[in-house]
Every structure is written in structure tokens, then in C-alpha cells.
């Protein structure tokens, strides 16, 4: 059984910087395509951004420039560092993980999922 637990999440200031962690237990760690997506209030599930197997990237257009996915295959552990922050990033990021190939920025793809953290941006 996957499980995925984010961390990392937190109050920050506009322009200021945080990096959330998602660790995975479970089966092969590279196997599977991690995403994050976040979800503010009254919102749909949004994708962020994503990574593959073979750490090919992949980012919404709002966070382009200023959102950095990367992953640890020997941590088994997924990374977002998200920096220039600002009050619209405001939601709770989820952790996501998916196997197979392709759709990486579409929910519905991924099969596992973590709890979210928490991400507030003040102006």
C-alpha cells in the first residue's frame, strides 16, 4: 500500500519562500510520476506540478519561474520549493502519485494521494 505525507506547509509573507516534502512509503519510489496540486477554498483540485520517472518537469503556468519540483530516489521523497510567493498560491497542497505514462497534469490520473499541508500567503 501507497502512502504519501506531505510536510512543509506553513504562513509566509508575499515573496517570501517555502519548500514542501511529500514522503512516500509503499512500493517502488521510481516507478511512479509525482505530482502536486493544490485545492483553495470554493476551488477545484488544481494541478501545480509534476514529475516523471525519469524527473522529466512539468509546471502550471502561474507558477512557472518560481516553482521548482524535484525528486530524491533515495529518500523516496518529493520536493516543491516555491519561492516569490504570493497570496493567490494561498490553498492546501496535495501530494500525488501516479503510474504509467503520460496526462501528468490531470487528476484523475493519479492513484494515490496524501492528507495536503496547508500553504497561507499574506500580502
Known amino acids: ?3 504519501l505525507v506531505e ?6 509573507q508575499a515573496g517570501g519562500s517555502l519548500r514542501l516534502s511529500c514522503a512516500y512509503s509503499g512500493r517502488t519510489f521510481s516507478s511512479y510520476a509525482m505530482g502536486w496540486f493544490r485545492q483553495a477554498p470554493g476551488k477545484e483540485r488544481e494541478f501545480v506540478s ?3 520517472q525519469i524527473s522529466t518537469t512539468y509546471y502550471t503556468d502561474s507558477v512557472k519561474g518560481r516553482f521548482t519540483i524535484s525528486r530524491d530516489n533515495a529518500k523516496n521523497t518529493v520536493y516543491l520549493q516555491m519561492n516569490s510567493l504570493k497570496p493567490e498560491d494561498t490553498a492546501v497542497y496535495y501530494c500525488a502519485a501516479k503510474s504509467g505514462l503520460n496526462y501528468y497534469t490531470y487528476k484523475h490520473t493519479y492513484d494515490y494521494w496524501g492528507q495536503g499541508t496547508q500553504v497561507t500567503v499574506s500580502s
Open 1 to 3: 500500500q501507497v502512502q
Open 7 to 12: 510536510s512543509g506547509g506553513g504562513l509566509v
Open 50 to 52: 509534476a514529475i516523471t
